[in-house]
């Protein structure tokens, strides 16, 4: 049985009720804004990434934002920009964004839930495990391209090392 079996056994359960559940699990701190919205941290090798779920009746869409801060030099920005578009060619799952004047790096996602469906707690753990991954991938990219002079292929390549290099 898997970890998360044990909390879920209805589909009548609200898809925020389920996300807190997976929070506990993980010991993760997190506050229930809202009936429809939840935020935690957790924390990753290079820092604590600040992740919201909020759910959406009007759209049955479950949105996932997870972000952290990001105050790179203003002559950096065309190169974080650059960096972040290549960065989403290779994304297949979410997408990077810089809100620039939140000084917030984001990696977004909404999984539409339409007609009912129903998002159980491997899905939605596996969710919010693919948001901190590619956090955690692409973070030294962004660090390098804000703050030293190595190319945007440099950094791109640190990034995918860091893919392949652990065990």
């Known amino acids: ?30 506050d229930r804004v809202a009936e429809d919205q939840i935020a ?7 820092r604590t ?21 990001m105050e790179p030099p203003e002559d950096s920005l065309p190169r974080i920009y650059d960096v972040l578009n290549r960065i ?13 004047e939140q000084r917030l790096m984001v990696w977004r996602y909404g999984l539409p839930l339409t007609g009912g469906q129903f ?19 692409y973070y030294p990219a962004f660090q390098l391209v804000a703050w030293t002079d190595r190319s945007v292929e440099d950094a791109l390549q640190v990034a995918i090392a860091e893919a392949y290099g652990r065990a």
């Open 1 to 30: 049985m898997a970890a998360t079996e044990q909390y879920i056994e209805s589909e009548d359960l609200h898809p925020i009720d389920i996300v807190e559940t997976i929070a506990q699990h993980h010991a993760w701190e997190f």
């Open 88 to 100: 989403n060619d290779q994304c297949w799952t979410g997408a990077f964004t810089y809100w620039e």
């Open 49 to 69: 990434y600040s992740i919201t779920l909020a759910w959406s009746p009007y759209d049955e869409t479950l949105r996932l934002i997870c972000t952290f801060e």
């Open 119 to 137: 998002a159980g707690p491997e899905q939605i753990d596996r969710l919010i495990a693919s948001a901190v991954s590619a956090s955690e991938r």
């Open 40 to 46: 935690m941290a957790v924390e990753g090798q290079w």
